[in-house]
């Protein structure tokens, strides 16, 4: 096979651009004022929606396509909402700030969803956690590992 009508599969090398939309079509993210999105498929790499929808594809084509929350960034789940003591927080703090928690391992995002008295309910949920995305993605290069080679 030669690598003009090379199709992507799992093992695959894929290099591309992408742009990422939500469903009402504001944009996100795109890769294209940057260096393009370069994986593995099959990987964790990035999110299994996208991994799932560029199988198939070849280089040079492009490929519009929504992706689910559940292989986007996952559903909205209750339990990262948790309600904590405020103590320890500037007086002048306010909902929707990022902050980083510190566990042993490694920080955190979580945002501040509510402000109340003497309390406060963080989000640590994803950003675009329950989001339907669209995507737009131009495939630049596929390079298969000598392993995956048909003779």
């Given at each position: ?25 504001c ?45 986007a ?12 003591p ?66």
């Amino acid at each position: 096979m030669n690598a003009d009508n090379l199709q992507i599969q799992t093992g695959d090398r894929v290099v591309l651009h992408y742009t990422t939309y939500s469903q009402d079509d504001c944009l996100i993210e795109t890769s294209r004022n940057r260096e393009p999105l370069e994986f593995v498929v099959g990987t964790s790499e990035i999110v299994a929606g996208l991994q799932r929808a560029v199988l198939g594809l070849a280089e040079g084509q492009t490929h519009r396509f929504p992706v689910m929350p559940e292989l986007a960034f996952g559903l909205r789940q209750s339990r990262l909402q948790p309600t904590v003591p405020r103590c320890g927080l500037p007086d002048n703090v306010q909902e929707g700030v990022q902050l980083q928690t510190q566990p042993a391992e490694s920080g955190l995002d979580v945002w501040i969803k509510q402000l109340r008295e003497h309390e406060m309910i963080l989000d640590a949920n994803h950003p675009l956690a329950g989001e339907t995305l669209l995507y737009d993605v131009e495939i630049l290069s596929i390079q298969r590992p000598p392993s995956l080679e048909t003779v």
